[in-house]
């Protein structure tokens, strides 16, 4: 069974259209996490929800808009896609945001 | 802001070898420090270290974290090639994971 699960693994589309990631966790953990990987393999937090509650967003851009229907569901909508959006985009879990942060396998992200 | 910084950022090392990682940070309201290990997907969790001066050993791998000198090294003996990877460092504070922007491992034959 896996963990934390993303879909899709891969996703290649056109400047300007708009496009979705889902992420499970079925850990029962509470706090729920998106992460941007660039191309220097450099890992940003970007959101994070707390039982279905938005408590972080570092300064991501609207076209971002992340929804949390429950606490075992963070998917990502990215509006207006743009070239330096591409990148690889990692789900996470946590109990309480104190540790155990357990990754999905992350999802590419190419914008062409 | 929050800075995690990894150094070195990437060295080659040959098999047998011993690394030593090192880690620093400057973070509010401090919990815990990571260490993961990256190879092609996910990062895999190596290590959490919440108190200073107690290491922790898993194999060849062991950590080690000194919270008066906000540092942590993660030391990697008689190192093999399944040990190439980037490592990265990551501090747990305000409900988030800040990570540093790692440090790459190629271990050669």
């Known amino acids: 069974d896996t963990a934390v699960s993303q879909t899709p693994k891969y996703l290649v589309t056109q400047m300007g259209n708009d496009k979705s990631i889902k992420c499970e966790q079925n850990?029962?953990?509470?706090?729920m996490y998106w992460y941007k990987q660039d191309s220097k393999k450099f890992l940003k937090i970007m959101f994070s929800y707390n039982n279905k509650e938005l408590i972080i967003n570092e300064t991501v851009p609207n076209r971002f808009s992340p929804k949390s229907p429950d606490k075992a569901h963070l998917n990502l909508h990215i509006n207006s896609l743009e070239l330096g959006d591409s990148a690889v985009y990692f789900c996470?879990?946590?109990?309480?945001?104190?540790?155990?942060?357990?990754f999905g396998s992350g999802t590419r992200l190419t914008v062409v | 802001e929050d800075k995690v910084v990894q150094s070195p950022l990437s060295l080659v090392v040959h098999e047998g070898d011993t690394v030593t990682l090192n880690c620093s940070y400057e973070?509010?309201?401090?919990?815990?420090l990571l260490w993961y290990k990256q190879e092609k997907k996910a990062p895999t969790f190596l290590f959490m270290l919440t108190s200073s001066g107690i290491e922790k050993k898993s194999g060849r791998l062991s950590s080690i974290l000194d919270k008066k000198e906000l540092s942590s090294i993660l030391n990697i003996t008689a190192t093999q090639t399944g040990d190439s990877a980037i490592y990265l460092c990551?501090?747990?504070?305000?409900?988030?994971?800040?990570f540093g922007a790692g440090t790459t491992v190629t271990v050669r034959a």
């Open positions: 973070v509010t309201n401090f919990r815990s």
């Open positions: 850990l029962g953990h509470d706090t």
């Open positions: 990551a501090v747990i504070n305000d409900y988030k994971l800040s």
């Open positions: 996470a879990s946590s109990q309480g945001g104190q540790g155990g942060y357990t």
